[in-house]
């Protein structure tokens, strides 16, 4: 490598350039996350809406069983 690189590499690692890339990075990742995981949410929470539609449709339950399920919550909330 050229000394020109060496000078742009020691400027990028040097902490007040490298923190701050570091910590963007992070969010940006967190931010990345935290949409795709609502993102899985809502699609099942959609499934879920369909599925009891159509078992609704079919007779299988009435809409109050529908209803209470739709409305049930998991133990980790």
Do not use: C, W
Request: without cysteine; aromatic residues 6%; charged residues 30%.
């Amino acid at each position: 490598m050229n000394p020109e690189t060496y000078d742009i590499l020691d400027r990028f690692l040097d902490d007040e350039v490298l923190m701050p890339i570091i910590f963007g990075a992070v969010a940006i990742v967190a931010i990345v996350f935290g949409t795709v995981a609502h993102m899985v949410k809502a699609v099942a929470r959609e499934r879920t809406r369909r599925e009891l539609a159509a078992y609704i449709s079919e007779g299988t339950i009435t809409p109050e069983q529908a209803e209470r399920l739709s409305k049930a919550r998991t133990p980790d909330r």
